[in-house]
């Protein structure tokens, strides 16, 4: 997380966000991978593509005291217990006599992906900790001279990876390094320049790039042929910036069919994006890789039993896939070169389903259905005008008929991917579904998948979109109907009733003026049959919210700092403040410790004009608004530990212009500590809130 001040605006940036590149005009920017043509970047990318399900792993010194410093478990302390535990880089390096990986079988390790699906493999050829697996001529801090191993851990894999047909990339930490000096260290709240051990201040960074870094990523790139992927960490966040980016790039430009991710730095965006720990709720606009932990921990910690179950991973790779994204899935290894046990039985349970099931997750894209209520969706595009859509069935139907929304397209038939024959399944449809019959008891516990076979690219009977500014109204509002499906109308009723074949027909695109609350309700139809789901959208008309006389009025809000383990945005009125005082933006860096806090911002928000607002926020872990008692934004649960940023839009209230008190409730439990906090309304679209608009009244 990187803070950045920009005059009296302040944003939180989150670390994985893909920045476009810098314009500045540098020789050395003819090197980089935005130069590609759309057809360099598909071809490259093709293959990736297609794959969809990696392994990821993070294997290091930190195996050794697998989250116990001194007989104490530390919290998060599987690959970062040195920086979690402040350990000093002398004592630190001591674990490396005890990094002794007798029974490492990297063909064994390859084979395990394999079986489980896995397409490609990701190792941590250096993490944070600066230990290199294999022999680094530029370090002594790596296994062939630190410990009693003495080989190259990454040239077998890499021959294993080859001999089994999986591709091999490498993860290497090139900002945080907390042994080599000049290597970038964090303080608890995840800021550059936590150093614990004046060692680690020796050198520069500048020198620390050019003596280890790029040695290193040479060392990586032509030691061990053909590498498929640069799997960077650290420099979208910590002082990696646009010269020392290009110092690598200056490496990696001989290598063109290199894939590499969005955290080089230098606001380089790479070739996908990297969500970490979460599932974005609707996909991305562009290449993207979930990569997760089957537990809490990346390096292996002896006492984390938190474990995902198999079938929620497994559900977690074909909701992955169905948004359009790949599955980075973490293993940890032990000193001792075995992955544990857990992990091995959750990748068996997943290959015995990929086994049968694994046409419908490589080289399909997103699902083209809005919402699925037993399932998700995937499609491939057979390349002959023929269509699949896989239909991942969560809950089974116990009528047995399976029920997916209509699509324009002809359908050539369906039968279950499960079965060898392929029976045919019967499929008819049925007002504004296709019923597929299937079978009563499910093929599979965890995701049974039927095929439905159609010509052409699908054109899904989706209802219309209603489409307005706010879904309340102060003196009237513009209500536009969508949809691209062909040869439909749209009907529409605004008594809250449902659209029949009488009701009106929405036509050339003329807005429907709303000037009172109203119930919209449209969806498609053909023929004179309804052929979609009805969309419906409430509007209600309100009275502006009077503003608040205030005297004494100065720059700021309050804040109150609060500590406590919750898992949900508490009430703060039951607690005791740690620490309190004033700030000029949504700071969360005003915390005690790193984890497990909460703050309150209190104050007075100045409205410039009458009329609709919308609050939203980004955050980690939770956060609720309030403009005076109304609660205008509350946040919501993650389905996953761990998430990096969460989003939730506010509903819209009507304010008349001038002041109005605000309350924004934070929490933070774990990771990185982000708030951000924005607004749109009358003649401005979505932008963040300023300092220049709050305010606290001085008794």
């Known amino acids: 997380m990187l803070l950045v001040v920009i005059g009296m605006a302040v944003y939180l940036v989150f670390f994985n966000s893909c920045a476009p590149p810098h314009q500045e005009k540098k020789e050395e920017q003819t090197i980089i991978h935005s130069q590609e043509t759309k057809e360099q970047k598909d071809q490259k990318m093709a293959w990736w593509r297609d794959a969809k399900f990696g392994m990821f792993i ?18 998060r302390g599987g690959s970062w217990i040195m920086q979690h535990a402040h350990i000093p880089v002398t004592e630190y390096r001591e674990y490396a006599k005890q990094f002794n990986p007798v029974k490492y079988d990297p063909e064994q390790w390859v084979e395990l992906a394999k079986e489980a699906g896995m397409k490609y493999l990701v190792i941590t050829t250096k993490h944070h900790e600066g230990f290199a697996l294999y022999d680094s001529k530029v370090t002594d801090w790596d296994v062939v001279d630190a410990s009693p191993y003495g080989k190259d851990l990454l040239k077998p894999l890499v021959e294993a990876c080859r001999n089994n047909d999986i591709r091999i990339g490498f993860y290497y930490s090139h900002a945080c390094d907390w042994v080599h000096p000049g290597g970038e260290v964090q303080s608890l709240d995840f800021k550059p320049g936590g150093h614990w051990d004046p060692v680690q201040k020796t050198k520069s960074m500048d020198a620390y790039f050019s003596d280890i870094v790029v040695p290193q990523v040479k060392e990586i790139l032509t030691e061990y042929g053909k590498i498929d992927i640069l799997w960077w960490d650290g420099g979208g966040w910590y002082n990696v910036n646009r010269k020392r980016a290009d110092m690598i790039l ?9 894939l590499m991710n969005n955290r080089l730095g230098g606001d380089y965006p790479g070739d996908w994006s990297t969500p970490e720990q979460y599932i974005p709720a609707t996909g991305l606009d562009y290449d993207w890789e979930t990569c997760m932990t089957m537990n809490d921990t990346w390096g292996y ?7 995902k179950s198999a079938e929620a991973l497994l559900r977690n790779l074909i909701d992955i896939v169905s ?3 790949n599955y980075l899935l973490n293993v940890g290894p032990k000193a001792d070169g075995t992955i544990p ?11 015995q389903w990929m086994t049968v099931n694994g046409e419908s997750i490589y080289g399909t894209t997103a699902s083209p259905f809005e919402q699925l209520p037993w399932g998700r969706s995937t499609k491939k595009d057979l390349g002959n005008g023929v269509t699949h859509l896989f239909m991942h069935v969560f809950n089974w139907p116990e009528d ?17 991917l499960a079965d060898e024959n392929r029976q045919e399944l019967r499929v008819i449809s049925r007002g504004d579904k296709l019923i597929i019959d299937v079978p009563v008891k499910a093929p599979d516990q965890i995701c ?25 109204i102060f003196d009237q509002m513009e209500v536009s109907l969508k949809t691209n499906v062909p040869e439909v109308v749209i009907r529409y009723t605004l008594d809250g009733g449902m659209p029949t074949e009488q009701s009106p027909v929405y036509e050339n695109m003329v807005p429907i003026i709303l000037t009172g609350s109203t119930t919209v309700q449209a969806a498609l139809f053909r023929n004179g049959e309804r052929v979609s789901e009805v969309k419906e959208k409430a509007f209600s008309k309100q009275v502006p919210r009077p503003d608040e006389k205030v005297k004494n009025l100065r720059q700021g809000l309050k804040y109150q700092y609060f500590e406590g383990v919750w898992s949900d945005v508490p009430d703060y009125k039951n607690y005791k403040s740690e620490n309190e005082g004033i700030v000029y933006f949504w700071d969360v860096t005003r915390g005690l410790r790193s984890d ?8 007075y928000i100045k409205v410039p004009e009458t009329g609709v607002y919308r609050f939203d926020a980004a955050y980690n872990d939770g956060c609720n608004v309030s403009i005076g008692k109304q609660q205008i934004l509350k946040s919501k649960r993650g389905l996953l530990d761990h998430d990096i940023k969460r989003e939730s839009n506010g509903i819209p209230v009507v304010l008349e212009s001038g002041l109005h008190p605000i309350t924004v409730n934070y929490f933070q439990r774990i990771d990185h500590a982000v708030l951000e906090l924005f607004w749109s309304g009358p003649g401005f679209a979505k932008r963040p809130v300023q300092s220049q608009v709050l305010f606290h009244e001085v008794i």
């Open 58 to 75: 993070h294997w290091g010194v930190y195996a050794v005291p697998a989250g116990v410093y001194k007989e104490e478990k530390v919290d």
């Open 250 to 258: 200056a490496v990696t430009k001989d290598y063109p069919q290199l």
């Open 301 to 307: 910690r002896s006492w984390d039993d938190n474990w």
């Open 323 to 325: 948004k359009g994204g």
């Open 341 to 351: 046990e857990a992990s091995i039985e959750r990748l068996k349970v997943i290959g």
């Open 400 to 416: 047995g008929e399976l029920r997916v929304p209509r699509v324009h397209n002809n359908v050539q038939g369906a039968y279950l």
């Open 448 to 472: 049974s998948v039927v095929t439905l076979i159609i010509k052409g690219d699908p054109v899904v009977m989706n209802p219309p979109l209603i489409e307005a500014e706010a879904e309340v």
């Open 596 to 603: 497990h806090f909460g703050m309150q911002f209190s104050g």
